[in-house]
Each structure stands twice: as C-alpha cells, then as structure tokens.
C-alpha cells in the first residue's frame, strides 16, 4: 500500500520536474517579450508592448521573416514535388540497387548541408552566381532535405497497394491523370507531413543563408536574431525574446492549421 | 470475341507463368479460367487487360490485335480481386470514374452513375466512401464502375472470393443474371469449381501455366480429359484408381469390371465420382463388380455422407444417401454404375466403362 503511494508520488515528482524542464523556456517565451526588464529567468514581467516598438525600428526585422517565409515556402514546395515525383518512380519502378542507392543518399544527406561541405557549396555557389540569392539558399537547403524525404515518402507509397494505378490505368487514364486523380490523394498526409517538416527544417536553417547570403535584406530570421546583439557583444534579451516570440508563431499556426487540414502525424514519419 | 494465340508470359526470374497458350472467346461468353491457386490465372487476365506485357504471342480484342496496345486503349474493365475501389472517392465518384477520364461532363456522369447505381441497387449508398461498405457492397460498386466504361470485355479476378459462403451464393446468382442482361463478353478467373460450374458457359481449366481443357461445364464435369482435371472438378474428388486390362475384363482394386472396347490390354487410370457408386452394407455373393472395403471415414455433408472405405492400400469413396450411413468399422461395398467411370491411359481420357 505505501509502496504503491510512493511509487505514484516518485511518478508524480518526475514527471513534473521534466514538465518543469521543458515548460520553464516556453515561458520565459511567453513573458520576457513583455517584460520592461527581461533576464535569462522567469519572472512576472512589468508589462509593456515597448520591446515590440524597439524591435520594429530595425530595418531587417520584418524583412527578415519576409525572406524566412520566401526561403522556406520555396524550399517546401521544391522538395515536395521532387521528392513526390521521385518517391513514387523508386517505389512503382524496379531499379537495381535501389535500397543501397536510397541508403547512400539519405548517408550523404548530412553531409551535403552539413558543415562539412560548407566550402565546396560556397564555391559553387560562387562559380554559379548564386551567392545573395534566395535561389542559392532554396537549392542547397532542398538538397539536404531530398533524401530523407525521399526515404519517407517512398515508404508512404510503397503502402499504397498499386491496383488502385492498374485499375485507372484499365479505364485508360494516362500517367499524369493517375498521379493527379489517385496518387497524391492518397499520400497527401505524407506530402504534408513532409512540405512542413521541411518548412520547420528551413526556418530554423542557420549556417547556410548566414555563409551564402552577404546583403542583410535577404537574411530571414534565424541570421538577423544573432545580430541583436550591443556593441559590446551583449546579448539584447529584449529584442531577442520579442524576436524570438513572433519568429515562432509563423511555424505554430502552420503546425496547428496543416494538423487540422489533414491529420498527419509524425510517427517517425511512418504513417500507420 | 478474344483470341489468344501462342501466348507466354515469363516472369524475371524464370517463372513462366502462361505458357504458350491458344484460345478462342466467342461474343457475349461468359467465360471461367478456373485452375489452382498459382497457375496463371491472374497472370493471362492482366495480360489480356495489358497490364502485363507478354513474352511471346498475340492478344485479339473484337477482331484487332491489341498486343500492343497500352491498357486504356483496349476497350476492357477489369475488376480486381480487391475490387481497388478509390477510398477518397465516394461511391459516385467511383462508379464515374471512367466516365471523367473520357471527358464527360460533371453532370452528365454524376447521372450516368446514379443509373448504373440503382441498377445494382446502390442509390442509397451512392454518398458513401468505399471503407464505409460492407464486403458485397463494394464488390457491386466494383461492377457498376466497370459496367459504367460501357467495355467490350468483362475481366474478373476472383469476383467472389473475398465475399463470406452465404453472400457468394447471392452474389453468384445475381452475377449470372447480370452478364445476361448485359451480354457482354466476360472472362472469370476463380479456383473455385463449383462457382466456375455454375457460372460460366464455358470453362478453361488450367494447370501450371497451360489450358489442359476447354468446355461446357457439362463436358468438364462429365469428361475431363485428364486426371488432373477429374481430381479438380467436382464438390467431392473423384476416385482414382490404378486399373489393368487383361483379357477383355478391367481389373480394379480387386474388383473385376466389364472392358469397354477398343481399348488395348495393359495399365490404366480408373476414374469414378463419389456420387456414381451406391453402397451396399450386406455380402454381395457371387458378384465381382464390387468393391469391397472398411467403413474408415464417414463425412456428413448435410443431404448426404461422404464414405471412405479402406480396400487394401487404396481408398475409395462413395456418396450415400442421408440416413443410410454406415458405422465405422463394417464391412461394406461400392458399386460403380455401369457407364460412369472414365479410364485414362497415359494421362489421355480413354472412354468411359
Ligand atoms: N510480378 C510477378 N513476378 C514474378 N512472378 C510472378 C509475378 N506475378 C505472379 N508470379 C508468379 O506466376 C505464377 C502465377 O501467378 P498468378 O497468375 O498470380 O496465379 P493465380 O492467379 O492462378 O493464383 C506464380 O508462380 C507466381 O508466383
Ligand atoms: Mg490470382
């Protein structure tokens, strides 16, 4: 009987400290951008909109989720179709070698936008004019991100059995009526799951606009909030908490609007 | 009219799974590949419909060659054995479906499909998405989606069999009146005898690729050209027995028969069903056209009992009538009636004895 009561109490105790542990920034969040006076802890703010105001007189801040929003819709819809078209051929086709190829791929993928091959891309960049373009930084993100998509999205339409393809093929629907009729409302939750996967991949993306973009009216967000800082090389809590505040809210109602539209889920993003 | 000549199908791999195969398909047949699981049937329907490309041979639709062609353009529905209804399409959109890839207008084939609906009598259910169907329901949606591309064939993979016992038999019943009235060429495919008896007005039985007999279901039932074909067809396997002919007398599993003529002295296969041989509980004395055996085995079948005799070595076994069972253990006899066994030499039907 009291072991039982201790065992729920232990429970209770831990579970609440995790609670804690992940909720206390979520709050600091939520208050520090209306607080007068904002340190890095949680405290009932002295509430004011003036950290709204202050933010604002910087010219690149709403400019700057303006480019976020380009780079990341732009990246999103590029890696959804690519990923779509190429997912459905490696899943319908059989190509030898297909499994190790998608393996490699998704081995590579790490490595493409990952620091690693930061100065080849530069260079590339370079050679192909694609320096302080959203283009340059659309194409390297949606190429890190293509293999993993790939991955997932093959797995949503190797589930779907393909006598739903033959039978629409038998009334003589051509290859691109099956695609449009049958196959993407059938994986729709997949290409959901994926187009905002990717969005959220972009969105927080710092190292690659901060290395291929020079001007800082192309920078999107995650570069302009490490410039908030004095010249002394302070952080501004303030403008960074409020910055931070309305550079998320794009990302929660997308998350909130997309879940409602479609259900999708992430569960490993295997559907099932 | 179909007509299939020299037609083979080989897997990669190795497989063949349609081996040079001819066939001939008249208007308005209805028509059953019937063969085990595994021998082709799936296989040769997909080809003709163009989903599978043949390795040799030559398809005919309606009198052109269609080898070639690609699915869309040979003028076929094809049902498939998981019916592959669209499941984010309500029953209207389904049924239309081959109507909106011929271009027809949203109105015109919304009314087409109610028409086709109510005539397998889907009206109430034409809102509906295929998962909220039950299993026959979805079969008839199946057919109104293929009656609705107005096809010159018919092609059905195993209509019936994703149905539970007592819907099939509904199902079968309405599907033969169905092709009636609509009289257009039909091919089944099924592993089921009884539903290919039933059914079709003619039957290929096929075996491991090939068509080992083509005929009414009269002739298959009654005289299957090999032993293969008698041990598939019928609701109880036919006994095989081997058999010898020696001096104008057919000696069987210790039993000797009269020897139809024209056939040669030597070894034979002995064919009778279990429903052309009446049992018989006391000693037929003096009579050799017997066969004499153990009561090991009594199946009851409903209106009737499987008997299996042990004679020797070999099992026979005899259909009787309801309340003449007998017990385990006894000593009985079957005798064939004259004129139903089928003797088969070198896997080629003789005659009958
Ligand atoms: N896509 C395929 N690739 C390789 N072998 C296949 C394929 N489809 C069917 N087979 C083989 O061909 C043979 C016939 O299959 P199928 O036509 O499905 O038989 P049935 O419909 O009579 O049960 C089987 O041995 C099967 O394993
Ligand atoms: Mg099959």
């Not at chain 1, 989720?65 to 190429?86: C, D, E, K, T």
């Not at chain 1, 949503?156 to 409302?185: C, K, N, W």
């Not at chain 2, 019936?160 to 089944?188: G, I, Y």
């Not at chain 2, 592993?191 to 068509?211: C, S, T, W």
Request: charged share 20%.
């Amino acid at each position: 009987m009291t072991r039982h009561a201790l065992a729920t109490i232990g429970r209770a105790t831990f579970l609440a400290v995790v609670l804690g542990f992940f909720s206390l920034p979520l709050l600091w969040l939520a208050s520090a951008p209306f607080d007068a006076h904002p340190s890095i802890t949680t405290s009932l703010p002295e509430f004011t909109f003036g950290n709204f105001r202050s933010l604002l007189d910087n010219p690149y801040v709403m400019s700057s989720l303006r480019n976020s929003l380009l780079q990341a819709a732009g990246s999103a819809a590029l890696v959804v179709v690519l990923a779509a078209l190429a997912a459905y051929a490696l899943s319908r086709v059989r190509v030898p070698g297909r499994d190790a190829l998608l393996y490699v791929l998704l081995l590579l993928s790490s490595v493409v936008t990952g620091t690693a091959a930061m100065v080849p891309l530069f260079e590339l960049a370079t050679r192909l004019n694609l320096i302080d373009t959203h283009l340059g930084v659309i194409l390297t993100l949606s190429g890190g991100l293509l293999p993993a998509a790939i991955f997932i999205l093959k797995d949503f339409m190797d589930g779907t059995p393909t006598s739903y393809e033959e039978s629409a093929r038998v009334f003589g629907a051509s290859p691109l009526q099956i695609l449009r009729h049958i196959v993407i409302p059938l994986v729709r939750p997949g290409l959901a799951t994926i187009a905002v996967w990717a969005v959220a991949n972009v969105w927080g993306s710092f190292l690659q606009p901060f290395i291929l973009l020079r001007d800082p009216d192309k920078s999107p967000g995650a570069v302009i909030l490490y410039t908030l800082y004095t010249e002394g090389g302070a952080p501004r809590l303030d403008l960074i908490s409020t910055f931070s505040l309305l550079y998320s809210l794009p990302v929660v109602v997308m998350y909130v609007f997309v879940s409602r539209r479609y259900g999708f889920r992430f569960h490993g993003g295997i559907k099932r | 009219m179909i007509s299939l000549s020299g037609l083979t199908k080989e897997f990669p791999g190795g497989v063949r799974a349609i081996d040079s195969l001819d066939l001939e398909i008249g208007d308005g047949e209805f028509f059953a590949l019937l063969g085990p699981s595994g021998c082709g049937k799936t296989t040769l329907l997909r080809t003709i419909a163009g989903l599978e490309t043949p390795t040799s041979g030559n398809i005919g639709i309606g009198g052109a060659d269609v080898t070639g062609l690609p699915p869309g353009r040979r003028d076929v529905a094809m049902v498939f054995q998981d019916y592959a209804l669209f499941p984010h399409m309500d029953v209207t959109s389904n049924i239309a479906y081959p109507l909106r890839i011929k271009k027809v207008s949203r109105a015109r084939r919304e009314a087409k499909a109610a028409e086709t609906a109510s005539r397998l009598s889907l009206s109430e259910l034409l809102a509906r998405r295929p998962a909220q169907l039950s299993g026959g329901q979805q079969q008839r949606v199946a057919l109104a989606r293929a009656i609705a591309s107005r096809p010159q064939v018919f092609l059905f993979d195993e209509p019936l069999s994703n149905l539970d016992a007592r819907l099939r038999l509904e199902a079968r019943t309405f599907l033969k009146r169905l092709q009636r009235e609509l009289a257009v060429t039909t091919v089944f495919v099924t592993h089921d005898q009884g539903e290919a008896l039933a059914l079709a007005d003619r039957i290929a039985v096929m075996n491991a690729g090939r068509i080992t007999q083509v005929g009414t279901p009269s002739e298959v039932f009654h005289r299957p050209a090999d032993p293969f074909v008698a041990g598939f067809i019928g609701s109880t396997p036919m006994n095989l027995l081997p058999a010898s002919a020696e001096g104008g007398e057919l000696h069987v599993a210790g039993a000797v028969l009269p020897l139809p003529r024209d056939i040669a002295d030597g070894p034979l296969l002995y064919g009778l069903r279990p429903e052309y041989a009446d049992l018989s509980q006391s000693a037929l004395i003096g009579r050799r056209d017997a066969f004499s055996g153990k009561v090991a085995v009594v199946e009851n079948l409903g209106t009737a009992h499987l008997v299996t005799l042990e004679s020797g070595d070999l099992l026979i076994q005899v259909v009787v009538p309801e309340g003449d069972e007998p017990a385990i253990g006894a000593s009985a006899w079957a005798v064939p009636r004259p004129g139903r066994a089928l003797l088969y030499r070198d896997d080629r039907l003789l005659t009958g004895a």
